[in-house]
């Protein structure tokens, strides 16, 4: 069963770096996103991304955060300067824009993002 | 109010008991309905899409009421292995994208 990957699992990080989140989604799914989850509260969206832009982004998604789909397979969030804030899992999660469909959306295992 | 409203829980039901769980949602222009399921730090799986008319898919029912913006999912002949987090999600449409908003989420144990 074909299913979303995300690299690294766990990535800690210094305050103030940069990291890039990777993710491979479903290969004929057609829209990505990204979500995160704070350690103990609940899956909070982050951005949409179709057809090489983004779709929409949520208030969480400020000028640190941008993503990108390099070729054709893999998707990528980069935070440029962490915060301890940004400590979360980060979720990637794809979807295929079927009509009449309920736009599943299938979520990958996640990148547990510590910043110190 | 919020935009997915869930009982955080935890519900701690015995083995083979039947559970129900409910959520609310506040905005009524939310296009389509899901359950996930989500153990401890992993990601949400999708358990089952909720349609108008209910559905059903083995020991579990899910139900939608569009008018009451309420959404419940019931749970029959509870296993050890259902203990989880169960994750109300509505799918909101924007100028024809598509976001998830996550209710928080309603503990369960099943107890042996």
């Known amino acids: 069963e074909p299913e979303v990957t995300q690299t690294p699992s766990h990535q800690v990080t210094q305050m103030g770096q940069e990291v890039i989140l990777r993710c491979v989604p479903i290969s004929n799914h057609l829209y990505f996103y990204w979500y995160r989850q704070i350690l103990g509260q609940k899956v909070e969206f982050l951005v949409s991304?179709?057809?090489?832009?983004?779709?929409?982004k949520s208030e969480i998604f400020d000028d640190q955060f941008s993503v990108e789909r390099p070729d054709g397979s893999n998707f990528t969030l980069k935070i440029r300067s962490t915060k301890l804030e940004d400590s979360a899992m980060y979720f990637c999660?794809?979807?295929?824009?079927?009509?009449?469909?309920?736009?599943?959306?299938?979520f990958g295992p996640g990148t547990r993002l510590t910043v110190t | 109010r919020k935009e997915v409203e869930q009982d955080p829980g935890p519900f701690n039901v015995p083995e083979g008991a039947t559970v129900a769980f409910n959520c609310t949602y506040s905005?009524?222009?939310?296009?389509?309905f899901f359950w996930y399921r989500q153990d401890c730090r992993k990601e949400p799986k999708l358990l089952m899409s909720?349609?108008?008319s209910g559905n059903e898919d083995g020991r579990f029912t899910a139900q939608l009421n569009r008018a009451s913006q309420y959404i419940s999912l019931l749970i029959r002949d509870s296993k050890l292995s259902d203990s989880a987090t169960y994750l109300c999600?509505?799918?909101?449409?924007?100028?024809?994208?598509?976001?998830?908003?996550f209710g928080t989420g309603t503990r369960l144990k099943v107890l042996a």
């Open positions: 999660a794809s979807s295929l824009p079927i009509a009449g469909a309920n736009y599943e959306q299938y």
């Open positions: 909720v349609y108008s």
């Open positions: 999600v509505v799918n909101e449409r924007n100028s024809g994208t598509y976001k998830y908003i």
């Open positions: 905005n009524s222009a939310s296009q389509s």
């Open positions: 991304f179709y057809n090489n832009e983004i779709s929409e």
